[in-house]
């Protein structure tokens, strides 16, 4: 059984970045759509970006866009999240998910379609 762990959290201040990793056990990341979503304090979940099992499609949302990248390293099993120039607004707790999707050339940031989360981590983005 799938389980994912996020690491690579912390604080930074702003202009600066972060790399956050979600690590698989149990299972191929390779199988699955994987995306990043983020909570903020009093505000609903929000999804952030997400990467096709086939590897070739992205998506990001527009509040990332040109800042955040995302990418799959298959030797270590894991789905990274490249976070650059970021502001006090990305402050949120962050969480991985999956879903079993092989061979996919879509994916999306709708959180209803993941069935697999990690537990989350926090960013804090703070002078």
């Known amino acids: 059984q799938l389980q994912l762990e996020e690491s690579g959290g912390g604080l930074v201040q702003p202009g600066g970045s972060l790399r956050l990793s979600c690590a698989a056990s149990?299972?191929?990341?390779?199988?699955?759509?994987i995306a990043w979503f983020r909570q903020a304090p009093g505000k609903e979940r929000e999804g952030v970006s997400c990467?096709?099992?086939?590897?070739?499609?992205?998506h990001y949302t527009d509040a990332v866009k040109g800042r955040f990248t995302i990418s799959r390293d298959s030797a270590k099993n894991t789905v990274d999240l490249r976070m650059d120039s970021l502001k006090p607004e990305d402050t949120a707790v962050y969480y991985c998910a999956a879903e079993w999707t092989p061979h996919s050339v879509m994916c999306t940031v709708i959180d209803g379609r993941y069935n697999t989360w990690g537990q989350g981590i926090q960013v804090t983005v703070s002078s």
């Open positions: 990467i096709a099992s086939g590897g070739l499609t992205r």
């Open positions: 149990g299972s191929t990341l390779g199988y699955y759509n």
